[in-house]
């Protein structure tokens, strides 16, 4: 009697964690942010960044067309995208990444970094070519398409005649071993993407928030991550479980953190990949609206 009892506890069980699984999947949300800053510009105060993150070439929606709702429900003024559109493996196509960075920069400017899948493309290409082909061939198809890529790189976003930094960087392999953990030198930043422009608001793009003590510590006013997937399931009072690199209760999990006057906002993620699982979890786009702090003077 027991056991059977036991054996329908875990049928039930079983069949709970699929429709929770798929209802994960396919739900989507906006999760929205303040940003409050002296240095933003006026001509930037509230304007708008719908940022998105590991998507890795699936769909919510028909072609996506649930992520271009809420996208243009939310009226970003720009697009940021956090890497991890597609997925690194031999094989797999890039063509649902691809389709929807092109509809969405029909709409709005478009800023992309890579993510640990995009790199991967160009660790491996030493060994086998063919990964470094597909990595230029993503590359052309996104820029192509009216997207501004990013790789190790610092630009200038004007607004009229006021402006703020973007920067995105793309840090090696050994920065993503699994159960490891590393230390991320200022210096080493300072070499990949230069130096923070601290005399005006600086937005950086990295995609591995692990290292945020450090992306604080050059001077990132605002730093954009993702990676981790929100921790794949998540739990009341604990946040997300687990870390692509095996890190129980990883601390930066989704969401917003703050390190006294620099800030951090992780995406938990639009889609999955190898292990397809979301529980608790479904994925979001994060809205960041950004404030002067004088912002009477605007209002």
């Not at 769909?59 to 890497?83: A, H």
């Not at 793009?205 to 990676?227: I, K, M, V």
């Not at 951090?264 to 889609?271: A, F, P």
């Not at 699982?277 to 912002?295: A, G, H, S």
């Amino acid at each position: 009697m027991i056991t059977g009892w036991i054996r329908a506890l875990l049928c039930l069980g079983i069949i709970w964690f699929l429709i929770e699984n798929k209802r994960s999947h396919t739900q989507l949300s906006l999760v929205d942010h303040v940003v409050r800053s002296h240095k933003i510009p006026g001509s930037f105060h509230n304007k708008k960044i719908a940022f998105l993150s590991d998507l890795h070439n699936n769909e919510i929606g028909k072609e996506n067309e649930k992520i271009m709702e809420l996208l243009m429900q939310s009226e970003p003024d720009y697009v940021f995208v956090g890497g991890d559109m597609l997925v690194s493996k031999k094989g797999k196509e890039y063509n649902r990444a691809v389709s929807l960075l092109r509809k969405i920069s029909q709409f709005y400017p478009v800023y992309c970094g890579n993510g640990n899948h995009e790199a991967r493309l160009l660790w491996n290409a030493q060994d086998d070519p063919e990964t470094g082909i597909v990595y230029a061939q993503y590359i052309d198809a996104i820029t192509k398409a009216g997207v501004k890529h990013l790789c190790n790189e610092t630009i200038r976003i004007e607004n009229g005649e006021e402006h703020i930094y973007l920067s995105e960087i793309d840090l090696s392999r050994y920065y993503y071993k699994k159960l490891a953990t590393r230390f991320l030198d200022v210096s080493h930043m300072e070499e990949l993407t230069g130096r923070c422009k601290n005399d005006s608001f600086h937005i950086l793009l990295a995609h591995n928030p692990a290292y945020f003590e450090s992306y604080a510590d050059w001077g990132a006013d605002l730093t954009l991550s993702g990676h981790v997937h929100g921790g794949i399931m998540r739990l009341p009072f604990l946040g997300g479980v687990i870390d692509p690199s095996y890190h129980l209760f990883p601390e930066y999990d989704g969401g917003m953190f703050e390190k006294k006057d620099k800030r951090m906002i992780v995406s938990v993620g639009l889609g999955t990949h190898s292990i397809k699982i979301r529980l608790f979890n479904p994925p979001k786009i994060d809205v960041i609206t950004l404030k002067c702090e004088k912002e009477t003077e605007y209002e």
